[in-house]
Nanobody, 116 residues
C-alpha cells in the first residue's frame, strides 16, 4: 500500500488549506483513513479520522475547524483545515488502517506552516 499526500504549504493565521492523500496498491479491507501531525519537539498525534462507515473522530484542538472526508472510491482522504492557528504548524501524515488484523500505513508527510 502506498500513500501520496499533497496540499501542504504556508498560510496566514485564519486561512484555510486542504490536504489530500491517495492510497494505491492492494487493499482488501479498509478500517479507517485519517491524518496525524507532529510538531517540532512533540509526539505524533491524531488530527482526525474516518471509518468506512463514515464515523469521524477528531482531536479536541481541531473540532469545528477541521473536517476529514473521503472520495466515493474510499481510496482518497482529505483534510479541510479552516481557521488555522500558528499552533497547527506541523508535519501532517496521512494514515490508512487496513485488514482484519489491523495494519497501519503512512504517507510521507506534508508540512503545514501557519504564520501569525
Amino acid at each position: 500500500v502506498q500513500l501520496q499526500a499533497s496540499g501542504g504549504g504556508l498560510v496566514q493565521a485564519g486561512g484555510s488549506l486542504r490536504l489530500s492523500c491517495a492510497a494505491s496498491g492492494f487493499i482488501v479491507y479498509t478500517n479507517s483513513m485519517g491524518w496525524y501531525r507532529q510538531a517540532p519537539g512533540k509526539s505524533r498525534e491524531l488530527v482526525g479520522s474516518i471509518t468506512t462507515g463514515g464515523r469521524t473522530n477528531y482531536a479536541d484542538s481541531v473540532k469545528g475547524r477541521f473536517t476529514v472526508s473521503t472520495d466515493n472510491d474510499k481510496n482518497t482522504v482529505h483534510l479541510q483545515m479552516n481557521s488555522l492557528k500558528p499552533e497547527d504548524t506541523a508535519v501532517y501524515y496521512c494514515n490508512v488502517n487496513v485488514g482484519r488484523v489491523p495494519i497501519n500505513y503512512w504517507g510521507q508527510g506534508t508540512l503545514v506552516t501557519v504564520s501569525s
